[in-house]
């Protein structure tokens, strides 16, 4: 359910309406730009005795639209209350019951996502599916965007246990434009060096030779945000490193990190490639849904990718939606335009992608 | 490699993953660190590091034991102790890689998913780095696999390398411990040296002194520097007990311990009496290189010992040197002290005695149950009627003679435990003295009875006749005797009266002696009595030519109250 102009009431009722048991729990997805009392909220739903979770994003997507506004509400069934991560270096994990599918929210400007998801591999490993995205505003600065019934959290994250089966595809649809490039000096999400200099000045004299703007520290995110990284994985898309800024030293400063010694490369995008990326996210999802019963499409598509695709990005979302209704009549569309994507290969670690799109098809439960 | 772009891949790959190896000396961040880019590179759903036991020697048999070091992710991990058969060693053989049988292959089974492909690579002779792929996964293309073994084998150099550091570095802290616990353990020691209250002396073969502690000064008055390098039996022996020290010093070098007493000289002049434990010093292998001696000041003890031994000596003089026989008994009558004239008394020495039943020793057999009945009664209850009093009772000689003694006996209480003291004397001597007094008394009482009733007989035997012979003068005075015969008369009644005064006068020396004289009182005439006197004294002196006169003041009462023959026979007696 999308609400375009939600009040404290309006959500409540949607709430109320979709009478939730003991073992549901609702998600609260908003676009950054909805104007809402979040601690009223919080406190009514407390009052309400209802189990919910949520994040607010850059922007929420419902069927083939985009918003940065309003709020989509959805149930889950799920066992067990919302697990509210605090300290994402350090909390326990290893207590926490499992469930089916994972659905996680993760403060996406947080410099300790990969330790927590690590950590959270390491705790369950792959005999949960993932899925989530890096909750946060498109301002690139880091504020409470997490909501739990503790209230709206920074530098936090939320997981949801859902009693509910989800295939998974991801795919981002990058080309590679140059490598190997070595990122031989890095800390956290910042390359220090790239080829053994430095890191700007590699980045730029590659970027170069390709775009029409040369690409300067104040242009740096217009120009940059089509030209991504791509850490290489074996018989998998290339998990992608968003450049967002460029520092004082010429350090290059990326959404999630970027091991040191990585090998890289640079990628470009063009709109054609991502937009089958997602058609083939969406086919992929028609393969491993067939003959099941889905209950709806959770889309956690990141937000660079509307400000590369721009005015194209309405057709990314198009075909994601045209894909799934050769195969399925009626696809109930939701998600995220997230700051980093989450999700589990299916076989592997956890990943926190960028640049990517994550398309998950939760089945009835 | 089927093209560049393959190649250049696989390079990529090789690099990534060689830069992953060694990024730490622990050996779980250098294996937790390569597993992660390995995983990730590789696109793996589990990975883990198995190794033998680290070798604790080069001839160490192999074991088959394997722990897992490190596995990701740990959900996974089932078990973390394994042990791999012959088999499969031989099927590894010298190669570098193998794909396990996921149905026979179970030694190290985990949890994962039915599609999952378990590879096994070789870490040298350290152990093996299991890797989980799905069975579909490019990873299992042999080639590629393959490729990796150069850098499997960097990984085992790095594991090897982190497992001697760790080793190593185990092994200087457990040095630096055993350092740090050996200089805690020196200090402990030095300080223990320092403060106990022995004086310490450690000498070498020689009986040179090579090592004392502060002590030592205190009981010697010479410092370190004045001990040192000196012969202890020179510097602190007196020149009489020097041999006997030096025999001792030589018995330490046999292995010898032993513990004596001995006067040290006090560089002050003064004697310190000490008590000595001597040891063997030895070296760390057991060798004997010296003496060790520890030194108690035990001069105040000695001090006290010689007080209480000269006490005791003065009273054990007391106690043979006493006349009387002194005999200590416990509480249940056995004796513990015998004295030199116990001994003689008795017949019994100290030695036969001690220890053995009074009552069988000295008291008669008649009065052995009464004496024992005595005892039990002043245990019961405290009291004794013959305690603290000077008693008289026979008692029994050695010889079996029966003799009289005289006796006092206390009660001692030392602690818990009681004591009789009895000092005893032999009265055989005084009592037959004293039976001799009493009959010579008696004998004495019946020569009196006997005088006194000579004299009451004489007395009445006189008297009656000189009272015929004074009646009869008076009659005779009155039968008209001329004036001389009348004078001869009247001389006559007046001798007669004066031989019975005499008579009464035998009788009152008889009542004296006997302490029964008593004076008269009765009234009579004073100038009779001197006229009377008066008459006997001039007829006494008639024939000398004397003239006896008499004098009496006019203020003299005539008649007076007193007795009257006592004082007429004290005139006559008066020179």
């Known amino acids: 359910m999308y609400l375009a102009k939600p009040s404290i009431q309006t959500v409540i009722q949607t709430i109320q309406d979709l009478s939730p048991n003991p073992n549901e729990v609702i998600s609260l997805l908003w676009g950054e730009h909805t104007s809402i009392d979040f601690e009223l909220l919080v406190q009514q739903l407390n009052e309400l005795g209802v189990q919910f979770f949520g994040g607010i994003f850059p922007g929420i997507i419902h069927q083939n639209q985009n918003y940065t506004q309003g709020v989509i509400i959805q149930k889950y069934s799920s066992s067990s209350p919302p697990k509210i991560i605090t300290n994402l270096e350090n909390q326990d994990l290893s207590k926490m019951e499992q469930g089916k599918t994972a659905l996680v929210l993760v403060d996406g400007l947080s410099s300790d996502i990969a330790v927590f998801l690590s950590r959270l591999y390491n705790a369950w490993g792959n005999v949960v599916n993932y899925i989530g995205g890096g909750a946060g505003s498109l301002s690139l600065q880091q504020q409470p965007c997490i909501l739990t019934n503790k209230g709206l959290l920074e530098n936090a994250a939320v997981i949801c246990l859902i009693d509910q089966n989800i295939e998974l595809s991801v795919q981002h649809g990058w080309q590679r434009l140059q490598g190997p490039i070595i990122a031989n000096k890095t800390h956290k999400n910042v390359i220090y060096e790239l080829n053994w200099q430095n890191a700007f000045e590699v980045y730029k004299a590659i970027i170069d030779q390709d775009s029409a703007n040369s690409i300067q520290s104040d242009n740096f995110f217009q120009i940059a945000k089509g030209y991504p990284f791509g850490m290489e994985v074996e018989g998998a898309e290339a998990i992608v490193r968003d450049p967002i800024a460029v520092g004082e030293q010429g350090e290059l400063i990326c959404v999630g990190e970027i091991d040191n010694n990585a090998v890289l490369d640079i990628l470009k995008g063009k709109t054609q490639t991502l937009i089958d990326s997602a058609q083939q996210a969406a086919l992929d999802i028609k393969n491993l849904t067939t003959g099941q019963s889905t209950q709806h499409i959770f889309v956690v598509d990141c937000i660079s990718r509307t400000l590369f695709l721009q005015d194209d990005f309405g057709k990314e979302l198009d075909v994601i939606q045209q894909s799934l209704q050769q195969t399925n009549t009626a696809p109930k569309i939701i998600g995220i335009l997230s700051l980093g994507e989450i999700s589990s290969t299916g076989n592997g670690p956890i990943y926190f992608y960028n640049k990517t799109m994550v398309l998950g098809a939760f089945s009835e439960s | ?575």
Not at chain 2, 304 to 324: C, G, H, M, P
């Open chain 2, 1 to 575: 490699m089927k093209d560049l772009t393959e190649i250049t891949k696989t390079i990529s790959l090789l690099y990534e993953l060689s830069l992953a190896v060694g990024t730490s000396l622990d050996t779980q961040e250098n294996c937790a660190h390569f597993l992660y880019i390995l995983m990730r590179r590789m696109n793996l759903a589990y990975a883990g590091v198995w190794l033998y036991p680290y070798p604790q020697n080069k001839d160490a048999k192999p074991s088959k034991q394997l722990k897992l070091v490190y596995g990701y992710p740990k959900f996974r991990i089932i078990q973390q102790d394994i042990s791999i058969d012959d088999s499969l060693k031989q099927r590894l053989g010298e190669k570098s890689f193998i794909v396990l049988n996921k149905d026979t292959d179970q030694f190290l089974k985990t949890d994962q998913n039915s599609d999952d492909q378990s590879i096994l690579y070789r870490l040298g002779d350290l152990g093996f780095l299991n890797i989980y792929a799905l069975s579909s996964s490019s990873l299992l293309d042999t080639v590629r696999l393959y490729s990796l073994k150069d850098v499997m084998s960097k990984f085992t150099h790095s594991v090897r390398a982190c497992l001697a550091y760790e080793k190593a570095h185990e092994e200087t802290n457990r040095r630096l411990e055993v350092q740090k616990s050996l200089e805690l353990s020196e200090e402990k020691y030095r300080s223990v040296v320092r403060n106990i209250a022995e004086g310490l002396l450690i000498t070498d073969l020689e009986g040179n002194i090579i090592f004392t502690n502060d002590r030592m000064f205190d009981l010697t008055g010479f410092n370190y520097e004045e001990l040192t390098g000196r012969k202890g039996y020179d510097l602190l022996v007196s020149p009489i007990h020097r041999s006997e020290v030096i025999e001792k010093h030589s018995q330490r070098l046999k292995g010898i311990s032993e513990q004596y007493e001995l006067p040290l000289k006090h560089k002050n002049g003064t004697t310190t009496w000490v008590s000595i434990r001597a040891n063997p010093y030895r070296d760390s292998e057991g060798n004997i290189i010296g003496s060790l001696v520890a030194f108690i000041n035990i001069t105040d003890k000695k001090i006290a010992e010689n007080k209480i031994r000269e006490s005791q000596k003065k009273l054990q003089l007391i106690l043979d040197t006493s006349l009387d026989a002194i005999i200590i008994v416990d509480s249940k009558s056995f004796v513990t002290d015998w004295n030199h004239n116990a001994e003689r008394i008795f017949g019994y020495t100290k030695a036969e005695a001690i220890s053995k039943p009074l009552s069988t020793l000295i008291i008669p057999p008649r009065m052995r149950s009464s004496h024992q009945e005595g005892m039990s009664h002043y245990m019961a209850t405290g009291e004794g009627s013959v305690l603290d009093q000077r008693i008289e009772l026979p008692a029994l000689r050695k010889s079996g003679e029966e003799f009289p003694v005289e006796l006092n006996i206390s009660p001692i209480r030392i602690g818990e435990d009681f004591f009789f003291s009895a000092f005893i004397r032999d009265i055989t001597k005084r009592k037959a003295n004293e039976n001799a007094l009493i009959q010579a008394k008696q004998a004495a009482e019946q020569s009196r009875q006997a005088e006194r009733q000579f004299l009451a007989h004489m007395s009445h035997e006189i008297r009656t006749p000189m009272n015929a012979v004074i009646g009869m003068t008076h009659l005779l005075m009155n039968s008209g005797l001329s004036d001389m015969q009348l004078e001869y008369a009247q001389a006559l009644k007046f001798s007669g009266d004066s031989l019975m005064s005499i008579i009464s006068d035998v009788l009152d020396l008889s009542k004296i002696e006997a302490g029964e004289f008593t004076l008269e009182r009765r009234p009579f005439s004073i100038q009779r009595l001197i006229h009377n006197l008066q008459r006997t004294y001039q007829f006494n002196m008639q024939d000398k030519n004397v003239s006896v006169t008499t004098e009496i003041d006019a203020e003299i009462k005539n008649q007076v109250i007193g007795d009257k023959t006592r004082l007429n026979h004290a005139s006559k007696f008066t020179e």
